[in-house]
């Protein structure tokens, strides 16, 4: 499994083609996905944890466990939303060809970066680099061009931006929705 997160950190296209092909990896792209997500709950709750307990007491705390749990649950919901949507718009507007089992193996793959996203001042770095691995393996599992790929990514960004407004004019919270922009990162 290290060997292939490896592959799909330094862009390598052909991995993420093979990846696509190969249903024996779902369990194991679903594992990047899972791992990243507590990783990132986990320094989530670490960090205010201790922000909690120093400067608002246990009742805080009980928070940050809320936190941590609802942002795993959320890190992982969002994910699998995001891989079906960039399989449909790419598929369904930009000649797309990939499968939703395909698409959704290699961008589990393209998500390791997203395992420092949570660390501050330097998450933004793996937010970037989860989002360059997110482009090759759309293109690659999809069998795009550099541009079809872009204006799929695009789409996927201006449809979270409108999902995330009207969530937000109704009240159900503007953060879900833009959690899933940074879903292509995470």
Known sequence: MIERIIRAVKLDAAFYREVRDDPSLDQEALTVVLLVA???????FLINAFVSLAFGGFGSFVGAIVNAVVGFIASVA????????IWYIGVNFFNGRGTPEGVRRALGYAYAPNIISAIPCIGIIG?????????????ESMEMDNTNTALTIVAYIIIVVIVSVVLGAIGIGAGLGLGALSGLGR
């Open 38 to 44: 507590a990783i990132n709950a986990g320094l989530g």
């Open 78 to 85: 969002i994910f699998f939303i995001g891989a079906y949507a």
């Open 127 to 139: 937010a970037l680099w989860s989002l360059v691995t997110f482009f090759v393996a759309t293109r």
